[in-house]
């Protein structure tokens, strides 16, 4: 990207080119965060009025109401900025940029598409889990130094909840890390592409449990009903946001829209398939996609380099295809955000015992069972959703796990040379040694 | 200095110098604030700028380890901070000057150890030819995890002997470490179980005790009342029982 910008400004590798190339990438993600914010907003408030067979806004911005979030904006940009007399004033200033900064950092190393990501982490699953674990520490922050009681509550109610839940939590996301034997989110949404049946929540009984109580677990993590207690309004005001008014205020709802989104992507990229739709269209139509392309594949570059003028270097089909991919997960990220919404609104709030008891007493076992159950399913070679309909690509990428062959082991080198991001040929190589070996040894050989 | 010999723009170099003054910075502010809760925050904005010089040499995996074990560490530090101690007596700690000479000794004693140290080392002091150096990491998490389960996969070329006995890998620290984990979990549950109540009298909060105990254990307790009702003073189980004397 910054070699193509200095292409563009026809500059010889300037620092002109990486600030704009990391200004571009910034401001894309911040778009996720902000108008995802706007959106969520006003979808909770249109999902919530027709649970409750009301209309929600209908007047802002036509039909349905779809700039009332714009508006309240607006509002709470006017609004005074109060800070409490008990208050300590700079952690009390400082809270709500913690948690936005955090949930922010998150979306860093969230692929959108096989390409499509703000930087490539090789542990992209336990860094997204590690940065989003300190969101709950605005929280903390706030309710602490807003010099209120009810504040403090919800501070370490929320405190206590996140960090029982983080367990069964980091258990659940072991699973699929356990299956595609690794913990880059590329490869685990590439591992899934195909028809639906690859996707690992349809991998085996145990998955599809596992995609559950990670679902549950993660509505507790971020903090929504019927988790809410953090800021349960029939106890404790608002809870740790209670002293807080105008844009710090709405700053919370940022940070908790956003996280919502992350872990509902974040499931899609586990056990739904990631940026890959339910049916391989493109593959069925025999168009170019991302599903049947390598990156190291000169075509996998949307910008050709060397080429000439802009359209010129630009490579349309590859272009719609990662397209397609970013909104295949922002289509799945949606809904996962919309069942929270329809969860929140069809049950009622937990108490904070039976918060408890629903983390140690039912989501610890159950993810305990799906982990050990789908381990043992890997090792007894039972059949997955996968051979159902024995969908060849799969099998493609399987190759560098599962077999170990001989010609498996160069087809599986030809596709490890193929990885992302490995610009150094050699380093590619000498990962290519080290990765297919073991893994056979591993697998105990013969699947 | 060599630091900032290098020509502008030298981006890694940058982001060190931001990581690396941030970290000492709050570092110092650890040092002077005298709030516990300030502390502790300063301490995790420390912990995390570490965290992106891990991030920064290519460590990946380190430094989210790092954010997950020493920032998430101090978050729970901060979380027992605010609770046991957040109110006026406590919240403000004031250092004696004693205690700074004292920790400025040892402090400074185990700083110079680790200049030396770090000075000592030849090939720290000029870094050849930095413009062209590149972080030279393989940028995977897959060795590392392969090694905790016992397969060195850095080693498995090799035919000199001496060296294949290290294939074993870290699997035996691994395991040490997880049964420990395991031992203070058990420990940890077992002091914090729900104590059986025992010398039950007519006072009031032995009696709401009792019925704080009956309320937790009405599925057991439901069970066993068939027992204890035909075998009233012999069950050991009945919380009214004052010959279980445990506690």
Redesign the interface.
Known sequence: MADFVNHILTLEDSWIGYIVAALVAAVLILHVVAVGALLFIWMERKISGRIQDRLGPTRVGGKFGWLQTLADGIKLIAKEDVTPDLADKFLFKIAPYVGLAASYAAFIALPFADGVVGQHVNTAVFFVLAVLGLEVFSVILAGYSSGSKWSLFGAMREAAQVVSYEVPLGMCVVVPVMICGTMNLTTIANMQAGFFTNWLVFNDPFTFLTAIVYFTCATAGVNRAPFDLAEAESELVAGFHTEYSGLRWSLFFMAEYSSMFIVAALASILFFGGSHGPIPIADVLGLLSLDNLGSSDPAFHVFNEDGGGFFASLNLEIAIARFLGVANLLLKGTIGVTVMMWVRWSFPRLRIDQVMTMCLKYCVPLAAVGFLGATAWQALDLPTGNSLMNSPRYSHHELWTADDSESAVEEASSNEVQTPHEDDTHAAAKAVKLKTVPVSVVKGGGR | MDLFAVA??Y?HQFFFIIFAATAVGFGFGVLLSK?V??MA?YL?LSL?STAGLFFLAGA??V???Q??IY??GT??L??FG??LT?QKDFINMDTHTQDWILATIVGGSLLMVLLFAAFGAEDWNTPQDLTDAKV?A??????LG?AL?G?R??T??ETDDAVQGGKAGYLMPFIIVSVHLLVVLIGAAYMARTKKLSHATNDKSSRAKLMLFKMEHEAELLEEETYVVTHRGQSALNPLDPQDDEN
């Not at chain 2, 393989?138 to 060795?143: D, Y």
């Open positions: 502008w723009p981006w709030n809760v300030r925050f995790v995390g990946e995996f430094g989210a380890m954010l997950m920032v998430g978050l729970v901060l979380i605010v609770m957040a030279e393989t940028k995977e998490a897959t060795p392969l389960t397969i996969v850095d498995l070329g």
